[in-house]
């Protein structure tokens, strides 16, 4: 198997911000990516509702445990009688009588299989929880990276609009300039004027989007806009896709993914299920000791120390424990089953995302080149207007292309990022290439 994880991964996570998060700009803290996984691990709700359950499974197997150290309980009684007592045909006396009593008695099992096996059945509903609270945090964490990465591209989009409305407002004032003199038409003015409308349109459904995003931003992190904005993404990292598909992902996915820990886990508790249930066939021995000590005329035994060996032999019980246990083997088998399901859906899953990312990869370096092109062929046609070869319809088409093929280019890196993540998020490593993350799971 290749290396776990290509250093150029860890690289990637390190830079998709600053180190710093103290420093300020517009007065507002600045905020990376490993800070915003941070705070969601920190403050999402059902992430901390995973982890108290983990501790209630931790406290089961604190219980289990408790069945095999002894047992010991101490009772008093005190109360009142009145009795009559016969000595002959026609003599009898009746009198009151207070009464007291005290044991102390104690349980040690020697051998039961059944609470023997509840304790490897505690011990792996505590496994199967915490599988589930780290996959919980995997989800939460790559949620977080999500909106960071949906809000910055929004963010960066919309400043690839606004410098076209800006390109545009230009051109429509240079037009009207050029009306007043005489060198430009009412028709050129008004197709200036629409395009830039067009493209006030497109700017308010983006910010509509990036408030949506925002928000989703803030209710995952818990970090506001009003006290926090993002920090800028290095959007140069797409090149290091090569080296981060070198990784031998599916390998690196069955060891490590979250969703495969978990069906692996529950296979293990439908084993040990298995044979807590089976254990009721077998017989118990107990060790019991009981001290007693009475102050009553209603029996001569004043005290007594009695130490005993117990032996339990379960004979009948209408079936219900070959039906438990049949029950829990078909769970088993159940349980088996669904790992197999499992491994082929995350090998699906990891193919997907594997030849996803290549093709990001190439539809960048396409639109890489793309973006050139428009550049040179905006150049050209306002060389072209300037000497009145090309229409205005010509130039302002060129701009609205190159910025297009721009915002093409925006979606598709983030898109590139995002996979990236999604990989390793799948692959169970995301936890690992977060500085710090490992500390706080």
């Excluded at 505590?126 to 960071?148: D, H, V």
């Excluded at 390998?251 to 692996?264: R, V």
């Excluded at 299920?273 to 009981?290: C, D, F, K, Q």
Aim: with cysteine; glycine share 6%; net charge neutral.
């Amino acid at each position: 198997m290749k290396a776990t994880v290509t250093s150029s991964l860890l690289i990637f996570c390190l830079a998709s911000g600053p180190a710093v998060s103290q420093d300020k700009m517009q007065d507002k803290t600045i905020v990376d990516l490993s800070q915003a996984y941070t705070s969601a691990l920190q403050n999402n709700f059902g992430l901390r509702s995973q982890q108290a359950g983990f501790k209630g499974e931790k406290e089961a197997t604190r219980e289990a445990w408790a069945g095999v150290l002894p047992q010991v309980e101490a009772s008093a009684s005190y109360g009142q009688s009145r009795f009559t007592r016969d000595f002959g045909v026609n003599d009898s006396i009746t009198d009151t009588d207070e009464h007291t009593s005290y044991n102390v008695n104690l349980s040690q099992v020697v051998y039961s299989g059944r609470t023997f096996n509840s304790i490897g059945r505690a011990n792996k509903g505590e496994e199967l929880a915490k599988q589930e609270l780290r996959n919980r945090s995997l989800e939460t964490g790559y949620s977080a990276i999500e909106a960071f990465l949906r809000t910055s591209a929004l963010g960066r989009e919309i400043g690839v609009v606004e410098d076209e409305r800006a390109s545009h407002r230009r051109r429509l004032d240079q037009m009207e300039s050029m009306r007043e003199r005489g060198l430009a038409s009412r028709a050129d003015v008004l197709e200036a004027r629409a395009t830039i409308d067009q493209t006030e349109a497109d700017l308010t459904g983006l910010r509509t989007e990036y408030q949506a995003a925002k928000q989703n931003f803030t209710a995952i992190t818990g970090l506001s806009f009003k006290e926090i904005q993002l920090a800028p993404t290095d959007e140069t990292l797409w090149r290091k896709t090569p080296a981060v598909l070198r990784t031998d992902w599916v390998a690196l996915a069955l060891k490590n993914s979250g969703q495969l820990s978990i069906a692996s886990a529950n296979l293990e508790m439908a084993r040990a299920t298995r044979s807590y249930e089976r254990s009721g066939h077998y017989p118990e021995i107990y060790l019991n000791a009981r001290y007693t000590e009475n102050d009553t005329f209603a029996t001569n035994l004043r005290e007594e120390t009695r130490v005993e060996v117990q032996l339990k032999l379960p004979i009948y019980k209408g079936g219900a424990t070959s039906a438990r246990t049949r029950q829990a083997a078909y769970r088993e088998e159940a349980s088996k089953l669904e790992l197999q399901h499992k491994e082929q859906l995350v090998r699906v899953e990891v193919t997907r995302l594997v030849e996803g990312l290549e093709g990001s990869y190439q539809t960048i370096k396409a639109l890489d080149t793309a973006k050139e092109s428009a550049a040179a062929s905006l150049e050209a046609a306002e060389r072209g207007f300037a000497s009145g070869i090309r229409s205005l319809s010509d130039l302002l088409d060129a701009r609205s292309r190159l910025s297009t093929t721009e915002r093409d280019q925006v979606r598709e890196i983030y898109k590139n990022f995002q996979l990236q993540y999604e990989l390793m998020q799948v692959a169970g490593v995301l936890d690992k290439q977060i500085p710090g993350s490992a500390q706080r799971n």
